[in-house]
C-alpha cells in the first residue's frame, strides 16, 4: 500500500509569490490534515479536510487556504508569501474523520521564502 | 499559549539505559494523548497512546505514563537503542475532536549513544 505522498519534496519561491502544495493520501483514506512545522512552533495545525469540505481550521491567516477533491487528494495555497512561512508542510491522512490513531504523515514539502 | 509543552528540547542517553521523555499540557479537556517519532526528512510517525482515562500504556520498549492531576505524561523507552535517535512530538487532542486537530509540543529530539 503506497504511503502519504507530498508534491513537490522541495520549493524555493521569493516573497510576494503564490504556492501550491500537493497531498495524495494513502488509498481509501478520505480525511487529510495539515501541518506547518517551524523549528520555533513545531507542528501547527493549519486544516482538515473531509468529503471535499473543512472541517476544521487552525489559526493561521487567511492566505493560507486548502481544498479537497472527489479522489480525496488535497491541495494547500499559500498566497502573498512571507519569510515567515519558510518550513515543512506535512500532509496526514486519516482513513475516516475522528480516528485518532489511523492517520499516517507524508514527508513534507520543504518551502524556502527568500 | 502553548497547550502542550515539551520543555526539554534534546536529551542524550547511552545505549541500553532508560530514556525518560516528558511533556506537560495545560488544556484539561484533552482526551487522548499521541507520542511520534520524526527522523530528519520524514515524517512523523505514530508510535504509541493514552486515553485520558488511563494512566499507563506500554507497547514493547515504550510505555506511557500520564498522570492527570499533575497534567503531565512521560514516554520511557527501555533499553534504548541507537535507532531511537530521533525527535519525538508529543500530541494532544481535544475531547470530540478529529485526528486533524492535534495539538503538537514542540519536541525533544533523542540522542541514544553506542
Known amino acids: 500500500k503506497a504511503g502519504v505522498t507530498q508534491t513537490p519534496r522541495y520549493l524555493i519561491k521569493t516573497r510576494g509569490q503564490q504556492v501550491t502544495l500537493s497531498c495524495s493520501p494513502i488509498?481509501?483514506?478520505?480525511?487529510v490534515s495539515w501541518y506547518q512545522q517551524t523549528p520555533g512552533q513545531g507542528l501547527q495545525f493549519l486544516f482538515e479536510?473531509?468529503?471535499?469540505?473543512?472541517?476544521n481550521k487552525g489559526n493561521f491567516p487567511g492566505r493560507f487556504s486548502g481544498r479537497q477533491f472527489s479522489n480525496s487528494r488535497s491541495e494547500m495555497n499559500v498566497s502573498t508569501l512571507e519569510l515567515g512561512d519558510s518550513a515543512l508542510y506535512l500532509c496526514?491522512?486519516?482513513?475516516?474523520?475522528?480516528?485518532?490513531?489511523?492517520?499516517?504523515f507524508g514527508q513534507g514539502t520543504r518551502l524556502t521564502v527568500v | 499559549d502553548q497547550q502542550v509543552k515539551q520543555n526539554s528540547p534534546s536529551l542524550s542517553v547511552q545505549e541500553g539505559r532508560i530514556s525518560i521523555l516528558n511533556c506537560d499540557y495545560t488544556?484539561?479537556?484533552?482526551?487522548?494523548f499521541l507520542w511520534y517519532k520524526k527522523y530528519p526528512a520524514e515524517g512523523p510517525t505514530f508510535l504509541i497512546s493514552?486515553?485520558?482515562?488511563?494512566d499507563k500504556n506500554e507497547d514493547g520498549r515504550f510505555t506511557v505514563f500520564l498522570n492527570k492531576s499533575a497534567k503531565h505524561l512521560s514516554l520511557h523507552i527501555v533499553p534504548s537503542q541507537p535507532g531511537d535517535s530521533a525527535v519525538y512530538f508529543c500530541?494532544?487532542?481535544?475531547?470530540?475532536?478529529?485526528?486533524?486537530?492535534?495539538?503538537f509540543g514542540k519536541g525533544t529530539k533523542l540522542s541514544v549513544k553506542p
Open positions: 496526514a491522512s486519516s482513513p475516516d474523520l475522528g480516528q485518532i490513531l489511523g492517520a499516517f
Open positions: 488509498s481509501g483514506h478520505r480525511s
Open positions: 479536510y473531509f468529503s471535499e469540505t473543512q472541517r
Open positions: 488544556n484539561s479537556m484533552f482526551d487522548y
Open positions: 493514552i486515553s485520558s482515562i488511563k
Open positions: 500530541a494532544a487532542r481535544n475531547y470530540g475532536g478529529s485526528q486533524g486537530n492535534l495539538i
